[in-house]
């Protein structure tokens, strides 16, 4: 009789690996041209980036599912392609390493959820 096949957590990260990697692409230009060009060069309005407005942004719930979103998909994507990449060159430590490498991706998921309701509403 066949034994039954041991069930993965593989997909799991692949689907964080995979929705960060296409919100990167999707978003990640424009907020590279907006935080790290267009502001500093006044490409843009001088108060995009204004204390006021970005606290007043960030106590929208829209806004704060949006962020939480964003920095979690890509603190995940970037993780695994990390985690992923010691593999291919020949850092195999196993449990440890998916330890380290998910747990950092975990920790910033709650650091991000706690700050983004620091914020208040």
């Known amino acids: 009789m066949a034994q039954p096949l041991k069930r993965s ?31 500093p060069l006044d490409l843009v309005s001088a108060d995009l980036l204004d204390y006021a407005r970005v606290l007043a942004l960030s106590r929208h719930w829209l806004a704060k599912a949006f962020l939480f979103a964003t920095v979690t998909l890509f603190l995940w994507h970037a993780m695994h392609r990390i985690f992923h ?7 195999h430590a196993g449990a440890g390493l998916k330890i380290l490498c998910y747990g950092t991706a975990l920790a910033g998921t709650v650091i991000a959820a ?8």
């Open 85 to 91: 990449t010691l593999h291919d060159f020949g850092v």
């Open 9 to 39: 957590n593989a997909p799991f990260f692949w689907l964080l690996f995979g929705a960060g990697g296409t919100l990167a692409a999707l978003i990640g230009p424009m907020l590279v041209f907006l935080t790290g060009v267009g502001a």
């Open 114 to 121: 706690w700050a983004l309701l620091a914020v208040g509403f």
